[in-house]
């Protein structure tokens, strides 16, 4: 079986994994317990190919604990009944450890199943997933677990391992020969992920032709194989969430730099949906009152991205991008509502007032007689005091006037018009 360079290379010992200084390094409390010989359960969340997987295994390797590995993609409840079978048998005097990948694809039956057995330390849980646990693990066997978080490797992290693998295949293959520019452009490409840079790497050297100095693997090489290798994306993931927060966010902080690289990480993904949606959320959440006029703006820049499709849609996008990111901002008509529902929410209405009721009659027990609704075009400047909020809450507020200059000039006007200055 042709095994990967990744599987070939994986290190077999906390000393050897590249990157996780904050869980590995000496004094850490991480590594502390587990050198003190205790492995407690543990859940172990972050990107793929940054080591969760590796770090498990040295832990169970070294526990002297009878050691079953399952993986929540396949994993059947079947499978977790063999595990629980064993507990108390001879083989598994020193006791369980089930070491569980992808943990979040069980149902919550099945990992309802290993919540006693956790609970008394017959078996002992190291779980991994590259989804947050505490929106896809059950409450009750997260609570009896430690998560720790793992983060993206650093450049340098994935030049070391990229090292490590060219002194193997090295090795194995006769001399093999990484350019420097190659190198680095290979190390940055990866977005922090071992895995994806150790299969880029075998890709090239798989093609490269010998030479007098061995296999020669050059930078236009590494381009070829790593050409959009850089950016992690998943469409159902926390990458994607963490994407589409950082694009609304940096056109919030008015910062077109920043938005501009976000969008470009959405539209390189060809996720034109969430690029669209965002920016319209944006126009009307952010900038809002401030500049009203943005919202059709950036809707017809939103129907001509779709319209002429990827890729020219990053030119109108990017348009509307930065005039969102440079507008002035106001969230007043967002606050606005929202105070609006929570009355709602809390049960604060009431009936509508009999002036604005859609009918012309009174019933028999009416106390006074007639709608005497006032027709606010009748009267001059077109306003006429009237009240329009149910009885109980006659007197709320929801809408101040933001400070921009939009918004004040309203501001002054209706001040003028309603007699209150």
């Keep these: 079986m042709n095994e990967p360079l990744a599987q070939r290379l994986r290190p077999s010992s906390l000393e050897e994994v590249c990157g996780q200084r904050h869980l590995l390094s000496e004094g850490?409390?991480?590594?502390?317990?587990?050198?003190?010989?205790?492995?407690?359960?543990?859940?172990?969340?972050?990107?793929s190919g940054v080591g969760k997987t590796t770090v498990a295994r040295i832990i169970a390797d070294n526990s002297g604990m009878r050691l079953h590995?399952?993986?929540?993609?396949?994993?059947?409840?079947?499978?977790?009944?063999?595990?629980?079978a064993e507990i108390?048998?001879?083989?598994?005097?020193?006791?369980?450890?089930?070491?569980?990948?992808?943990?979040?694809?069980?149902?919550?039956?099945?990992?309802?199943?290993?919540?006693?057995?956790?609970?008394?330390?017959?078996?002992?849980?190291?779980?991994?997933?590259?989804?947050?646990?505490?929106?896809y693990i059950y409450n009750a066997l997260l609570s009896r677990c430690t998560v720790f978080e793992f983060k993206a490797l650093e450049k340098e992290d994935i030049r070391q391992g990229i090292r490590n693998a060219v002194q193997k295949l090295s090795r194995e293959e006769g001399p093999v020969v990484l350019e420097e520019q190659a190198e680095d452009y290979l190390a940055e490409s990866a977005g922090g992920d071992m895995r994806k840079a150790l299969g880029s790497l075998e890709f090239a050297v798989s093609a490269a032709k010998p030479g007098p100095d061995g296999k020669q693997v050059t930078l236009d090489m590494i381009r070829q194989v790593c050409r959009r290798t850089a950016m992690r994306y998943d469409r159902e993931g926390d990458e994607h969430y963490d994407i589409v927060s950082a694009y609304q966010k940096s056109m919030r902080g008015s910062d077109p730099d920043a938005a501009l690289h976000y969008l470009a990480r959405l539209l390189e993904a060809g996720d034109l949906v969430s690029a669209c949606r965002r920016l319209m959320v944006c126009a009307c959440e952010d900038v809002g009152l401030a500049y009203p006029q943005i919202i059709p703006i950036v809707k017809a820049a939103v129907d001509a991205a779709n319209m002429v499709g990827l890729p020219e849609a990053r030119i109108p996008?990017?348009?509307?991008?930065?005039?969102?990111?440079?507008?002035?901002?106001?969230?007043?008509?967002?606050a606005a509502i929202d105070e609006a529902l929570a009355d709602v929410r809390r049960g604060r209405s009431g009936p509508v007032p009999r002036q604005l009721q859609n009918k012309h009659f009174d019933g028999e027990d009416a106390a006074?007689?007639?709608?005497?609704?006032?027709?606010?075009?009748?009267?001059?400047?077109?306003?006429?005091?009237?009240?329009?909020?149910?009885?109980?809450?006659?007197d709320r507020v929801y809408y101040h006037f933001g400070e921009n200059k939009t918004e004040q000039a309203a501001k002054l006007y209706w001040e003028k018009i309603k007699g209150k200055k």
């Design 88 to 135: 108390g048998t001879l083989g598994a005097a020193n006791g369980i450890l089930l070491y569980l990948d992808e943990i979040q694809y069980l149902n919550k039956k099945q990992q309802q199943s290993l919540l006693e057995c956790i609970e008394d330390g017959s078996v002992t849980l190291i779980a991994s997933t590259t989804e947050n646990p505490y929106f």
């Design 28 to 47: 850490m409390v991480f590594r502390s317990t587990l050198e003190s010989g205790r492995v407690p359960n543990m859940i172990f969340y972050g990107p």
């Design 368 to 394: 006074a007689k007639g709608q005497h609704y006032l027709y606010a075009h009748d009267f001059e400047h077109h306003w006429v005091e009237q009240q329009y909020l149910p009885d109980v809450l006659k």
């Design 69 to 84: 590995k399952l993986n929540g993609t396949s994993a059947s409840t079947g499978d977790i009944k063999a595990v629980l």
């Design 317 to 334: 996008l990017a348009d509307a991008v930065i005039l969102v990111a440079i507008s002035p901002k106001s969230n007043s008509g967002e």
